[in-house]
């Protein structure tokens, strides 16, 4: 709020979510004239799972990971954060605002190591995003406008370890095989699904040293449930190098070449 008020900001109330141990806590700013919002945690705390419940994002869920019928103890180090949003005109959403893990092989001191750590890796960021799902179809099946966005560090046809899970973790989010009424819409991820070898928009930028190069990834999404995609939306990514509005205003592009190796995604909604 004080970055807010130092640039003169709209967007000048935040609320955050559960604390991370990475500190790097998931944060809403928001426009206090034009919606409410607080922090609305569902499910049950400290790992709890009644009949049918999805537990809390800063507890456990316990899931298979290795097929060996004895689940593991899954949590996020960044739990997601989960809102109750009204407008100003009573409409009312829920927004779960997302950092998945990482598939990096952080650490690792061969290629046998980094296979390894790789495949682990994948392994938990994809029950992560069973977790996540379980809960969106909870909302989907409350009838609730929902808003799922941020990092997943996955996209379709990211990488080879793909193939050995059939599915990458954006697809189970967004529920790709489930009735239509559970699915979840992103324009960005619909066009790498069907354009599997075709060009794709990208939302990420990395320095590859040893190749001398950027390598560039579809990493972040804003999916919205159907009544909400039936409305039209307008999404943008904006990407300097692909955007051309941005990238004829010097201080924009330069500010977001800067910024991150990330570019910021926006949804517009009229509601």
Same mark, same amino acid.
């Given at each position: ?105 952080? +650490? ?46 996955? +996209? ?12 990458? +973790? ?102």
């Amino acid at each position: 709020e004080r970055f807010a008020a130092h640039y003169g900001l709209r967007t000048r109330r935040a609320v955050t979510g559960f604390a991370s141990e990475t500190e790097q806590e998931i944060t809403l700013l928001y426009d206090p004239d034009r919606i409410t919002a607080r922090h609305d945690p569902v499910g049950e705390p400290g790992g709890k799972k009644s009949e049918g419940a999805v537990p809390r994002f800063d507890s456990v869920f316990r899931y298979d990971l290795d097929v060996d019928t004895a689940p593991e103890q899954i949590r996020f180090s960044k739990p997601p954060l989960e809102l109750a949003v009204t407008t100003t005109t009573g409409r009312k959403l829920r927004l779960i605002g997302v950092h998945i893990k990482s598939k990096a092989p952080h +650490g690792a001191r061969n290629p046998a190591e980094a296979n390894r750590i790789a495949i682990d890796n994948r392994r938990k960021q994809r029950a992560q995003c069973v977790w996540l799902r379980q809960r969106v179809v909870e909302h989907l099946v409350a009838g609730d406008s929902l808003i799922v966005l941020g990092d997943f560090n996955d +996209g379709p046809g990211l990488d080879e370890y793909e193939r050995l899970f059939g599915h990458s +973790g954006l697809e189970v989010v967004l529920g790709t095989d489930a009735n239509p009424g559970l699915q979840l819409f992103d324009p960005h991820a619909q066009m790498t699904l069907r354009q599997r070898l075709g060009i794709t928009p990208t939302t990420a930028r990395f320095w590859l040293a040893p190749q001398k190069r950027y390598f560039e990834a579809l990493l972040d999404f804003i999916m919205v449930s159907p009544d909400l995609a039936a409305t039209a939306p307008q999404w943008r990514i904006w990407h300097p190098l692909n955007d051309p509005a941005c990238w004829r205003v010097p201080e924009l592009r330069e500010a977001l070449l800067t910024a991150s190796d990330h570019f910021p995604v926006t949804l517009d909604l009229m509601l």
